[in-house]
């Protein structure tokens, strides 16, 4: 059900001299002082600060999913040390009880007249909007890869429908190359593609099925990780478990039939190499949401949300703001960034909702834990400009089981229980505290 809020009308309807709802047999218009596009990470916890400071029926999020999924859970998922269920929970359950939760997928933006269009035709107004889409995965972009899903040996673990055929593939492992790529687009946390690389290794190696393995790290990336100082720590890992590793390759192609893998060398495009496999992962090519992507007035040339890198507000509409995966914040894409962000947004939407300007400047905060096998992790830490940002007062970049079980055990209950609540946002201040107060 649409609730009317304090209405602000589109410029065509105000003009046409309309009443505050306005409604035909196939549009309703309805309005919120904010609304916020997409539930995920950073929407559901933007949701939560926000209906709590300006009370019920004032925000609105769109969101159409019925789960929500904790998605850095699904790389312990694909190497079965976590089930899928474990790492979502009904929608229902996460949103604000005082946000409205219109179960609708956005179709269109008008951010000249303050609306969005849902699927259903409805029109939703808004003040203040927050867009937080996340990305979208183009696994229909790699020729083949669609029926591949359908037979034995090839998983992703960026999906829930194909998060559990990457741990049934290692476990079906006889011999052959077991394949993980890195696709030639942005993507959310740049280090999956290789964690699940690592965890597989070792349980090939104690199932007793590591001599029959050949594995390959195929990356469009010319590096192996975008930040010095964890390359060197992740070089050193692919060394000594002796992984092969080719830089600038992109799956094109997957050939079900003949269980090969196509891959173009992106230095010489007209060079192709095919593989066959026994396991594949697959890392798909991702963009934002097409609805997004098509609608130039808020996006950049690549589509994404077009935001000032340190405010997060929109460079052309002040009333637009984002948060995640779908902006062009210049940091690696991660629920850690999302969580640092929502604390840049608190501020320098309520300064906006005030009439003042924002203050607030993101530095870019965004981490990585590069789980590199069943106990042990590098948790990667670093700022926009690849400065790393650690939190604790030793050298990260080292492999260690306590980062493990952060990774595992504390994470998951620190984005449940405090970030989607909107009482996380990020590890500034205990950063500060660990170095004694000389952190940034
Ligand atoms: C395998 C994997 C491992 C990861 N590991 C880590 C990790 O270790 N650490 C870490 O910090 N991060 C990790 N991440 C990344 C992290 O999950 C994302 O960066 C984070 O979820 C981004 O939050 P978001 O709100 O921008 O997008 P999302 O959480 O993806 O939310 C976007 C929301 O928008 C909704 N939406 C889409 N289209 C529409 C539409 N048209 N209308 C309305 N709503 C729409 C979607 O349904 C979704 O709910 C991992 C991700 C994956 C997949």
Redesign the pocket.
Known sequence: MLVQRSLVLPRALQKAGSKAHFSTATTSLSSYKLVI?????????TAAKFSSKLGKGQVAV????TM????????LV?GGMKKLNNSGKP?SEVLPKKADWIK????SFDPDNNFVT??DGNQIGYEFLVV?????LNYSQVKGLPEAFETPGVGS???PLY?QKTFESLKNFKEGNAIFTFPASPV??A??PQ??MYISEEYLRKNGKRSNANIIYNTSLPVLFGIKKYADALWKVVEERNINVNLRRNLIEVKPDTREAVFQNLDEPEETFTYEYEMLHV?PPMST????KSCKALTDDSGFLNVNKETLQHTQYPNVFG?????NVPTA???????AQTGILRKNLSLTMNGSSPTALYDGY????L?TGYSKCILAEFDMNGNPLETFPFDQGKERRTMFHM?KDV?PALYWQLMLRGFWEGPKIPRKIMHLGLSR
């Not at 929500?68 to 790389?75: F, K, N």
């Not at 948060?323 to 902006?327: K, R």
């Open positions: 596009v997409g539930g995920g990470a950073g929407g559901c916890a769109i969101e159409p999913s929500h999924y904790y998605q850095p859970m699904w790389t694909g929608m609708q997928k956005v179709v849902t699927e937080a889409l996340g990305l979208q673990n960026y999906s998060v959310k946390c280090g999956a964690k699940i890392t949401p097409d609805v997004l948060i995640g995966d779908c902006t894409k991660t629920a850690a960034a999302v969580a965004t981490s990585c834990p789980v990774k994470m």
